[in-house]
């Protein structure tokens, strides 16, 4: 066992007693089936098949990283021209939510929601009866694992209700800063009952720490025909490492449509795990990734037509320059039953320099015969002839470069139902090309 | 307007251009025949500034400037347009943001102003319509799905909004047909101007007839082996290149 999934172990003796619901019976049985869960696996290395590519506990090491604490006071945002991610979503009318280092700073949170709108810290959602279900929820495949590690040590997040009928009347945003060297176990539970429907944005960045670990889970759970849209932007800081699970269920005829912005961090693993439990629903699960120096971007995604009639596609578009290295595990299961499936999983890497690396994995596993599915990845890099074409009208090289790396992405980009946040998403991507040749010029 | 002399070009080591001498002056035009393989494409490509195309020897001077000297944009910004044989489709970049960003990079290499949207449009609309270039052409990723004419006549299209001082035309007519052929040539006419100068490299005599030459030359194992004028190509027709094959 390395000495930072010993420091985990640590924390959670010392500090369980202070843990959020720490006075209800099932909770600290599940906290306590958790950890013991995670001692006994450890942190997921790369001799898992679920993280072949992604070697969790040897980035973090023989780091031992305390609880981040949640500062009072005044904290410093990054400047938006140097990082463009702090005014993402800024101009869209939206509820804000600031979490500093994974506990929500209420002084820099206000909002008034409409009515049938519940939105609380976790502690009090845990208390909530819609709640339970969602921290039970059961992820089959091995790298679901980790969430143990988050199960037992989650300290803060949202609770996000909403009754039947009801609709957020605009996105929430939830701004997670960073600033303070340490660890954060963020657990947000969103519930959308019958009909309801919701907007949720998240931005990840750094604001005065450097070398991190955040460690978030969201559990989605949507009600017949409720509608979940998702847009996340992960900059964190250049050391940090940021570890993400979505878990997702979805009755029939509901809709998700999760899309994920990676920019940042030194190593971030996304893992979606969408399972379809009524008829009819739908689940767009996509990304693009552009990374750069040794940064190391995973995305790991499960979609499991459990039912029939159900549709899901996954679009992942990653750049990758200097030595960075990108992957993409994905899975689309289609059980016996789940007839009149149409699955869809494609995963397109551009390769700017000669040290750059992709590793992708897509899998169907299907055991239905009456389906439509589909599954592709191309690796490539940019098409020299394309760039002397552009140039030869007299775009100079740098702006032929970011017209194709833009147009690559865009595809994308085009799956963000919400058209403002899809603008900000496409202008951040081309802020950061933009970034990046000053850095290699 | 253009002086080329003693120009040798080689690819892969492969010596294709032998001696070039050509001078075109400003409001000619010029057109260069020959058999497939003479180093017509390899004459253009080095005037655009393609990679892999060596000059061992020679120069080519463009308004008194050294051209070779010059990189790709540089050229494309001082008035140099080449109308490719096969032009590249660009998935995922809109025909009209392709001109948008050529035509202000362009202005801007030049210090001139940038066009705004709704100026750029206009422009854009008055060069599309002799052209038949429809607004779902503009709409569309650049050259991605086009049809053969689709892609010549977007070719023009850039260069009538491009406005170049010489233009290059390579194999313009093939993958044509004659119905094409004529909404592409009465595009080039209307550019022939005395400010203007224009190479048009074609295979066949065909082209000719509706873009009418001033100087003809033909071009057989990277030499220019013959110049004359425009009567120069109905010859060839009759006669074909067997001569200078040889």
Redesign the interface.
């Known amino acids: 066992m390395t000495d930072a999934s010993r420091n985990f172990i640590e924390t959670y003796e010392r500090e369980r007693a202070a843990l959020p619901g720490a006075g209800l019976a099932w909770l600290g049985v599940r906290r306590a089936e958790a950890l013991k869960a995670f001692a006994e696996a450890g942190l997921p290395h790369r001799r898992l098949e679920d993280w072949r590519y992604t070697d969790l506990s040897r980035a973090l090491g023989n780091a031992t990283l305390s609880t981040a604490p949640l500062p009072d006071g005044a904290v410093v945002l990054p400047d938006a021209t140097k990082r463009p991610s702090v005014a993402a979503f800024h101009d869209i009318d939206r509820h804000v939510l600031v979490f500093v280092n994974g506990r929500l700073r209420s002084d820099l949170s206000g909002t008034k929601l409409p009515a049938g709108v519940t939105l609380m810290s976790l502690g009090d959602a845990l208390n909530s009866t819609w709640a339970r279900p969602l921290v039970e929820t059961k992820v089959e495949a091995q790298a679901g694992n980790v969430i143990a590690l988050n199960t037992a040590l989650m300290r803060d997040g949202i609770g996000l209700h909403i009754a039947r009928g009801a609709k957020l009347d605009r996105p929430l945003h939830l701004l997670f800063l960073a600033n303070d060297d340490g660890a954060s176990h963020v657990r947000n539970l969103v519930r959308l009952e019958e009909g309801a429907e919701a907007t949720i944005f998240e931005t990840h960045l750094d604001a005065g720490a450097k070398s991190y670990f955040a460690d978030h889970v969201a559990d989605v759970s949507l009600g017949k025909g409720a509608t979940l849209t998702h847009v996340k932007i992960q900059d964190e800081a250049a050391d940090a490492i940021h570890l993400a699970s979505l878990t997702a269920e979805l009755a029939a005829s509901s809709k998700l449509s999760s899309f994920s912005l990676t920019l940042g961090a030194k190593l971030s693993r996304n893992q979606s795990f969408v399972t379809f439990k009524g008829e009819g629903a739908e689940a767009h699960v996509n990304g693009a990734t552009a990374l750069s120096g040794a940064q190391h971007g995973d995305h790991f995604c499960i979609v499991d037509h459990a039912v029939p009639n159900c549709s899901s596609a996954t679009l992942f578009k990653t750049v990758l320059d200097g030595a960075s290295t990108g992957v993409f595990q994905g899975k689309v299961i289609v059980r016996p039953d789940a007839q009149k499936t149409d699955g869809r999983q494609m995963t397109n890497a551009l390769l700017l320099s000669r040290d750059a690396a992709m590793n992708a994995k897509p899998e169907l596993e299907i055991y239905a015969d009456d389906v439509q599915c589909a599954h592709g990845s191309t690796i490539g890099e940019l098409?020299?002839?394309?760039i002397?074409?552009?140039?030869?009208?007299?775009?100079?090289?740098p702006?032929?470069r970011q017209?194709?790396i833009?147009?690559?992405l865009?595809?994308a980009f085009e799956t963000v139902p919400h058209e403002a946040a899809r603008d900000d998403l496409r202008r951040l991507a081309e802020s950061w090309f933009e970034r990046h040749q000053e850095k290699t010029a | 307007m253009l002086e080329i002399k003693n120009l040798h070009v080689a690819v892969d080591g492969k010596e294709i251009l032998k001696g070039i001498d050509l001078t075109v002056e400003a409001g000619k035009v010029h057109a260069i025949m020959g058999p497939n393989g003479s180093g017509k494409s390899t004459l253009s490509y080095v005037l655009?500034?393609?990679?892999g195309y060596e000059v061992t020897e020679g120069s080519v001077t463009y308004k008194g400037r050294d051209l070779l000297a010059m990189?790709?944009?540089e050229?494309?910004?001082a008035g140099v347009?080449?109308a490719?044989q096969y032009?590249?489709e660009?998935?995922?970049?809109t025909t009209m943001?392709?001109l948008r960003?050529?035509l202000n990079?362009?202005r801007k290499?030049r210090g001139e102003d940038e066009l705004d949207a709704p100026r750029f449009l206009k422009l854009v609309r008055e060069k599309s319509k002799p052209l038949n270039v429809t607004d779902d052409m503009l709409k569309r990723?650049l050259n991605v799905g086009f049809s053969g004419g689709e892609k010549k006549r977007a070719e023009i299209l850039?260069m009538a909004l491009?406005e170049p001082s010489l233009a290059i035309l390579d194999e313009t007519d093939s993958g044509l047909d004659i119905d094409a052929l004529k909404v592409v040539a009465e595009g080039v006419n209307t550019l022939r101007s005395p400010e203007r100068a224009m190479v048009v490299i074609t295979h066949y005599q065909r082209l000719l007839d509706y873009i009418v030459p001033d100087v003809i030359h033909v071009l057989s194992k990277g030499r220019i082996v013959r110049t004359g004028g425009k009567e120069l190509a109905g010859e060839l027709e009759r006669t074909g290149y067997a001569e200078f094959a040889a």
């Open positions: 098409n020299r002839e394309a002397f074409y552009l140039r030869s009208r007299g775009i100079d090289e702006t032929a017209l194709l833009s147009a690559f865009d595809d | 655009a500034g393609r990679d990189n790709v944009d050229r494309a910004a347009f080449l490719f032009p590249i660009i998935p995922g970049v943001t392709f960003t050529a990079a362009q290499a990723a850039q491009l």
